[in-house]
């Protein structure tokens, strides 16, 4: 050991050292002479680990060893010439001999511990070593991050940026993707000194995301300076700084303002996008900053459209920070498709120009010279066909990967586009405008853009959505060209010309133009802002589509007109707090009235993702045979709840590192029935967010867990650490592996990845113990008839009125493809994968279930109790029109439960439902039975519901026995006998269906037979008197077979049943229906019949004498008219 | 019970009082690398078995959890000039005492040979 001078403090130095040696050679003696059984340091692994741990502080073990033999190795070759302490910053607080005393006293095997001093003492050395070790690679990390930071576009922006949010309220920074906006500027901000930042997200994985990500740089991951808040998670403490939320969030937070207040910066990112919602927030924070003075506001966005955000803050002077984005030359190459007008398929997708512009780049460019082709083109069905024209381009040469990307692939498939090529070999992505901003690809030279994209628009007037290719705006081919020039130069190849670019419109239209806009209005009047034409809208939408709107939720019946002023309802109320669709949400509030809750949760959250049937299923006969089993009659959403219901099952039955190969994976075995097992993941954890929601909203109690026992417990303790540990390593490895290497396979199966433990799995089980998961699966079954047909009801009830009814052609034989009507759009088909296309024969009416029609009626529309509809989720247009995910019910149970406008005439024996379908019952008295069934159904549903809604959470044990009742009378209800036909109405017919007279009660018996809280009233618009809200009776023009049939009745003499009294010919069928209401209501409360006035009859009739079939009978004067008529005919 | 589990929650821990405190920065002369630290000393409260050799910048681990009481030590003063230096290997170089690297270039040869070749291999 030197002794070097090279101390500055030497003299303290030299002195600590003397007595250190003193004291050393002691304990060298002592140790030397006590045994011979000295053990080398790492004999002791074992027994040293808590040594480490508690005396060393270091983290991991077996990373210390592996340093500790690498170090030993090391200083075996060179012998070092001075002493290493003098390397090392830190020192233990004790002295080595101090701390030698703390190491174990027995090994393993019970023996004493005997390690050497000296060689003790090396042993402390390399520690320290190592902990400098790891200072120097941590203080690295730090260094990077700074360095990336610094690297960035916008750091040359931040002085910029500063100044200008401290001279005014709004600063607009706009910088293309990449230019680090979204991580920077919030910690611009915070040390800039502001304390509480808050910055919202369009996507809730970004704000994960993202907040994790600064975190990292503001070097505070293990603290909560930065944290998250979404719909149902938070990270967020009292010393937050920084918090990322969703849109959303931050306007639910607007409403309750004590929690806006505490924020002092609140920043808006990616307000170019221009969601619904994003937009409707700007408006809010614009008359927020006249409300309070407290805080400042940035928005955040791409270099697109800024004059629009720039204009909307003229008043408040707002700041314009321009970032530009890290990008190479590309150059542009327009080439026009030119279209033989005589070719017949002209507007048929041609592949050919994309192949030779492939061809092109063979030619061109090296093969040695890297870069990737992206291809934008409109739809699924184009990317299929040149997916497959480009396979086969590359067959000879195999020089291209093709990797078609787009929405509905699964992520895994996704993720594929960013793994890298082999040598030589190029790829070739094929993607819809996915890849123009939300996807990011490095290593794109060329870009072809086909200048069409397929957008959904929503359609004012009919309702519903049309998928249509339209040409993209000026914008998004700036943001297509720009895809070529991220990671050097490019080239983009357009397919139109200059001309027809310069045509295109400047923007994107905004989603405000193109959505229905209930959901945003009945937000806006829960918030209080009724005066929607008046609110500052970025851009105003349509009056057209706010009045639908308005017309809509009135519709729903979350809407009232009180005194001239929007109100909501207590479900409107209800639907405002849960952050879903209208129809999904009052799907979610029903299925607590009833308490049916899992069944609907599931079901809701499987119409809210994506079909889980793949479209490549398409002919897969093998996978359709498999799926059949799974299949609900009842229609596409029971069909898709079994398929979730056995992959539940399957998951329940295989363990997650399957040894045992007989039980398949949950993976294998969607993937066999062609069902994206994506989908169920989705669905597990929409489910479980829709739960919360409710119990947000208060309309749920929180589940109680089904209990434990402590072994069950400790035997799930133990699976979590495990699956847990599992997590850590699969993200660990993903990390550390990142890109892999593509193959090249023209079917992408890759057999191998089938016994591999899914990330996506370990995640499900860790939120989804064995126990959760099996109840999971019990209240998610529905077998019974029953249980099927209360799912069906509450679906129903949030759809309608969204049915359909086939075409009266379709079962003639000449029809390959069945069509169907619904009101507002005619000709529809049912899609590909629907249930009802392999199995159109459960709608067909057979040849027994066609009744014989009673006499005197005749139509050549078959009378049966077997009609049935559909109900649809939603209408979407390509280029066919396509009913989407539809199930089945009964026609005209269905109608009288949930129809808007039910009009009858005076006999019950023809209804018309919402101006849309005609029914007739052509057996007397079968009609008012099933009216006044669905009438008293009616109430009770209201009933239920109100009470649901005022009495949230508390109250729901009370009446449940209610509720059984209720749901026994609403199956008997749906199970009623009644024998109908149904008639589409046209436009034509509705204008000679009502009478739009009203004479008939002038002193009449004002008695509701249906209602006896419903004060009957005229009704000016169609005729005939209200009996409820829903039904207006007697304003139908009257057929003659009606009018016979109710002459028969009136013309003769009945007795009540209940009371033996005898109604007199004359009496109406009204009356007659008075009578046996009320007599049935006197009857059960034990009074007596009061007899006379049932037997008056009506006051202005006459007796009167035919003179074509010489009866001589009693009528009103309107009846005489009509039974003239009859008798002439 | 185990509902909340696929959260991974930040550790919780107390920073009472210091939150309030006006944030100090570490800067280094060198290099520009400006970084908040939590204490400068010897002995900082948060490390228990370790102590410093010379006063310095020091932050709380921002790698581990605070539980686990490591440290990151960011830099110190140059011994001879009194720079403020971080430790970088083109900043500083330490060998019983912080040298910033112009300081350590100057005196290299009061160095021993293995550490002057290492000394030779920063380019200033
Ligand atoms: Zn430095
Ligand atoms: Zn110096």
Redesign the pocket.
């Known amino acids: 050991m030197s002794k070097g001078n090279y101390s500055n403090n030497s003299k303290y130095f030299c002195d600590e050292k003397r007595k250190h040696d003193q004291h050393e050679e002691r304990l060298t003696k002592r140790k030397r002479s006590s045994s011979s059984e000295y053990k080398k340091v790492e004999y002791y692994k074992r027994e040293l680990t808590r040594f480490l741990e508690d005396q060393g502080n270091i983290q991991s073990i077996e990373d210390f060893w592996k340093f500790f033999e690498k170090y030993e190795n090391l200083q075996k070759l060179k012998k070092s010439e001075f002493d290493r302490n003098f390397l090392l910053n830190v020192d233990f607080k004790e002295k080595p001999s101090v701390i030698y005393d703390r190491l174990p006293v027995l090994d393993k095997n019970g023996r004493k511990v005997n390690i050497v001093y000296e060689d003790f003492k090396e042993f402390i050395l390399i520690i320290k070593v190592y902990n400098d070790f790891q200072q120097r690679t941590k203080f690295a990390k730090l260094k990077k991050i700074e360095k990336m930071k610094c690297e960035l576009p916008i750091s040359q922006y931040k002085s910029e940026i500063i100044s200008k949010l401290n001279e005014s309220r709004v600063l607009l920074i706009a910088g293309d993707t990449g230019c680090g906006k979204s991580t920077q500027v919030p910690q611009y901000v915070l040390e800039a000194g502001y304390k509480k930042i808050v910055c919202t997200q369009p996507r809730r994985i970004a704000c994960i995301s993202l907040s994790k990500r600064v975190a990292y740089e503001t070097l505070s991951e293990f603290h909560s300076t930065v944290g998250y808040q979404i719909k149902f998670e938070k990270s967020k403490r009292a010393d937050t700084a920084i918090i990322f939320m969703t849109e959303g969030l931050l306007l639910r937070q607007a409403s309750e303002e004590t929690t806006l207040n505490s924020y002092d910066i609140i920043i808006l990112d990616e307000v170019h996008e221009r969601h619904l919602f994003s937009d409707f927030l700007i408006g809010v924070m614009k008359c927020l900053l006249y409300k309070r003075n407290d805080f400042k506001l940035i928005l955040m966005s791409a270099t697109i459209n800024l004059e629009l955000f720039q204009n909307y803050f003229v008043n408040e002077h707002v700041q314009v920070v321009q970032v530009p984005g890290r990008l190479y030359p590309i150059e542009v190459h327009y080439l026009p498709i030119i279209k033989d007008p005589y070719e017949r398929q002209r507007n048929q997708f041609n592949c050919t120009p994309y192949l030779q512009i492939i061809q092109t780049i063979d030619e061109k460019y090296p093969s040695n010279q890297k870069g990737d082709l992206l291809i934008f083109l409109n739809g699924f069905s184009e990317i299929s066909k040149l997916t497959e024209a480009v396979l086969n381009y590359s067959q000879k040469k195999l020089n291209w990967i093709v990797l078609p990307l787009h929405s509905t692939l699964s992520l895994e498939d996704q993720d594929k586009v960013f793994d890298y090529p082999p040598e030589g070999v190029r790829k070739c992505i094929i993607s819809t405008n996915i890849a123009e901003t939300s996807v990011t690809i490095d290593g794109i030279r060329f870009v072809i853009d086909s200048g069409k994209v397929n957008r959904m628009i929503y359609y004012t007037g009919g309702s519903f959505n049309k998928l249509s290719e339209t040409t993209i705006s000026q914008d998004s081919a700036k943001q297509r060209m720009g895809r070529a020039g991220r990671t050097g130069p490019g080239v983009c190849f357009r397919l139109y010309s200059e001309e027809e670019f310069n045509k295109f419109e400047p923007f994107t239209p905004a989603e405000i133009h193109l959505v229905p806009l209930e959901s945003l209005l009945l937000y806006m009047i829960s918030l209080g802002l009724n005066d929607i034409s008046n609110f500052p809208f970025l851009e105003k939408p349509s009056v057209k589509s706010l009045e639908e709107a308005v017309e809509k939720l009135k519709f729903t019946g979350a809407l009232k007109l009180n005194k001239d002023s929007l109100e909501l309802t207590s479900l409107g109320q209800a639907l405002s707090n849960l952050p879903v669709d209208l129809t999904i949400g009052k799907m979610l509030i029903l299925s607590t009235v009833f308490g049916n809750v899992n069944s609907i949760l599931a079901l809701a959250a499987l119409l809210s993702v994506q079909s889980p049937i793949s479209q490549s299923s398409h002919k897969n006969l093998e996978a359709e045979t498999l799926r059949q089993p799974l299949e609900s009659s009842h229609g596409d959403p029971l069909t898709y709840l079994n398929f979730y219901k056995e992959w539940l099952c399957i998951k329940q039955s295989s363990t997650l590192v399957s040894r045992n190969y007989e039980s398949e994976s949950s993976r294998t075995w969607s993937r066999k029935r062609c069902l994206e097992e994506q989908r169920f993941y989705e669905v597990t954890k929409l489910l479980e967010q829709f739960r919360d929601i409710l119990h947000d909203a208060e309309l749920l109690t929180k589940g109680i867990e089904p209990s434990m026992s402590s072994g069950e417990r400790s035997i799930r303790h133990g699976e979590l650490k495990n699956l847990k540990s599992m997590r850590y390593q699969m993200k660990h490895d993903e990390k550390s592996r990142r890109r892999k290497q593509l193959k090249y396979d023209n079917f992408g199966e890759c057999v191998e990845e089938e016994h591999k433990t899914d990330l996506r799995d370990v995640e499900f089980r860790i939120t989804n113990d064995f126990k959760k998961l099996q109840s999971l699966l019990n209240d998610t079954s529905a077998n019974s008839f029953k249980d099927v047909m209360l799912l069906k009801l509450i679906l129903t009830s949030g759809l309608y009125p969204q049915i359909a009814v086939e075409d009266e052609h379709n079962y003639s034989k000449t029809v390959s493809e069945r069509l169907f009507h619904t009101k507002f759009k005619n000709f529809v088909f049912l899609r590909p994968t629907s249930y009802f296309v392999s199995n159109p024969e459960i709608l067909e009416l057979h040849d027994d279930d066609i009744e014989v029609p009673p006499p005197n009626y005749f139509s050549r529309r078959p009378v049966s109790r077997k009609h049935q509809l559909l109900v649809y989720q939603s209408i979407l247009e390509t280029k066919k029109v396509y009913l989407v995910n539809v199930f089945r019910m009964p026609v005209l149970q269905t109608l009288m439960l949930f129809g808007k406008r039910i009009c009858t005439n005076s006999s019950f024996t023809k209804f018309v439902f919402d101006d849309f379908l005609s029914v007739d019952v052509p057996y007397f008295g079968q009609g008012s039975k099933l009216l006044k069934m669905a009438t008293v159904l009616r109430k009770k549903w209201k009933v239920n519901l109100e009470h649901k809604l005022e009495n949230p959470v508390r109250s729901c044990n009370v009446n449940e026995k209610d509720v059984f009742c209720f749901v026994e009378d609403l199956i008997r209800y749906m199970n009623t006998d009644v024998s109908y036909n149904v008639k589409r109405l046209l436009t034509a017919d509705l204008k000679s269906i009502y009478n739009k007279q009203c004479k008939f009660f002038e002193g009449e018996d004002l008695f509701n037979p249906f209602d006896d809280h419903f004060v009957i009233n005229e009704n000016v618009t169609f005729g005939g008197v209200n009996l409820t809200e829903n039904v207006i009776y007697n304003c139908l023009v009257d057929e003659e077979w009606a009018w016979d049939m109710e002459e028969q009745v009136v013309s003769c003499d009945a007795t009540c049943d209940l009371c033996g009294v005898r109604l007199m010919k004359g009496a109406t069928v009204f009356r007659r229906l008075q009578h046996e209401v009320r007599c049935l209501q006197q009857q059960t409360s034990g009074k007596s019949v009061e007899e006379e006035i049932t037997l008056k009859t009506k006051s202005n009739a006459k007796s009167f004498e035919c003179d074509f079939c010489k009866k001589s009978l009693l009528l009103t004067p309107v009846e005489i008219l009509r039974h003239k008529k009859s008798c002439v005919s | 019970m185990d509902t909340k589990d696929s959260k991974e929650e930040p550790e919780k821990y107390d920073l009472k009082g210091e939150t309030e405190e006006k944030s100090k920065y570490f800067e ?1 002369e ?4 400006k970084v908040k630290y939590d204490y400068f000393g010897l002995e900082p409260p948060f490390l228990t078995k370790y102590k410093l050799k010379e006063e310095s910048f020091v932050m709380k681990d921002p790698f581990t959890s605070v539980k686990k009481g490591e440290i990151l030590i960011l ?1 110190a003063n140059c011994i001879k000039c009194k720079k403020c ?2 430790k ?1 290997p ?3 170089f330490y060998f019983n005492g912080t040298y910033c690297v112009v300081c350590a270039k100057s005196c290299i040869s009061s160095f021993p040979l293995n550490v002057q070749e290492k000394l030779n291999k920063i380019v200033i």
């Open positions: 280094c060198n290099c520009n690398l830099g230096v971080c970088d083109n900043c500083s």
